[in-house]
């Protein structure tokens, strides 16, 4: 790409990674992003981070902003950032990014970054694909899935086998068209395990359950406190049958009957 006179040079090996971490997370504080290239090997000093941030906002690749309710500033994708990404050919089609996203969204976008950084400190993450990416595949090819998940992760468990889930950060209700709307789509999707609802409350809890008991789909049920505590030792529930297990027993029950060509 060329650049006009006094325009930034972009650093391929840590510029280009942090954009796209920050285009994929939609909001992200400075310090999930600096822990986000610390853990990939592309960055190891808190404070060159911070002047790399800084510089990126200078030059209008990267807007900050204070969201209420936030204590720290967050930052996302400008409209000059995406385009340099989409010309590098990250994969997008006008949702996911905090382009499309208002900023009222950004503490839903700040927990779902938290929850994608556990599970890489885990070791046991093969793939996080992020919603930017699951709603261009869902938009620009055959390929997609039913919904615009929040993520869809790839895990190893302890025997280093590979199992698929979609993930939903459930922070507030919807409407009961909107979740029978959401058990009909559910119902069809075949290209992940499972799927499993993080809720924040014990109230939403009882409401997600009863309203996608009847649905065919694997669901499970789990608290973001507990995850985020205990991770695949986590507490689950896996709905229609009401069995509660551990994240990681879970796994390996659906490991066993996908080797004996069982459904769960």
């Known amino acids: 790409m060329r650049y006009a006179k006094g325009a930034i040079h972009l650093?391929?090996?840590?510029?280009?990674?942090?954009?796209?971490q920050i285009f994929q997370s939609a909001y992200a504080t400075q310090q999930q992003l600096f822990e986000f290239m610390r853990l990939r090997g592309c960055e190891q000093s808190g404070g060159a981070l911070r002047t790399r941030l800084a510089r990126l906002v200078k030059h209008d690749l990267v807007k900050r902003h204070t969201a209420l309710g936030l204590s720290s500033s967050v930052y996302s994708i400008s409209p000059n950032g995406r385009d340099v990404l989409i010309f590098r050919g990250e994969p997008?089609?006008?949702?996911?990014?905090?382009?499309?996203?208002?900023?009222?969204?950004?503490?839903?976008?700040v927990d779902l970054n938290g929850l994608h950084l556990a599970f890489l400190r885990s070791s046991r993450l093969h793939e996080?694909?992020?919603?930017?990416?699951?709603?261009?595949?869902?938009?620009?090819?055959?390929?997609?899935?039913?919904?615009?998940?929040?993520?869809?992760?790839?895990?190893?468990?302890?025997?280093?086998?590979?199992?698929?889930?979609?993930?939903e950060y459930e922070r507030s209700s919807k409407t009961d068209a909107e979740y029978q709307s959401v058990a009909i789509a559910l119902?069809?999707?075949?290209?992940v395990d499972f799927v499993l609802y993080v809720i924040t409350t014990a109230h939403?809890?009882?409401?997600?359950?009863?309203?996608?008991?009847?649905?065919?789909?694997?669901i499970v049920l789990c608290f973001v406190s507990d995850l985020h505590a205990r991770l695949f030792d986590a507490?689950?529930?896996?709905?229609?049958?009401?069995?509660r297990t551990?994240?990681?027993?879970?796994?390996?029950?659906?490991h066993e009957l996908k080797g004996t060509g069982s459904a769960a």
Do not use: M
């Not at 949702?95 to 503490?107: F, I, V, W």
């Not at 919904?147 to 590979?162: H, I, M, P, S």
């Open 11 to 20: 650093n391929e090996a840590k510029d280009i990674p942090l954009l796209q």
């Open 92 to 109: 997008y089609a006008g949702r996911g990014c905090g382009l499309d996203r208002p900023l009222s969204t950004a503490q839903h976008a």
């Open 128 to 167: 996080w694909l992020p919603e930017t990416e699951i709603c261009a595949r869902n938009i620009l090819t055959t390929w997609g899935y039913v919904k615009d998940y929040d993520a869809v992760a790839t895990v190893r468990d302890e025997k280093g086998r590979l199992i698929t889930f979609a993930l």
């Open 187 to 191: 119902n069809r999707e075949a290209r």
């Open 204 to 218: 939403l809890f009882a409401r997600v359950s009863a309203a996608l008991a009847q649905c065919r789909q694997h």
């Open 235 to 243: 507490s689950v529930t896996l709905l229609r049958e009401h069995w």
């Open 246 to 254: 551990t994240l990681a027993q879970f796994i390996n029950v659906k």
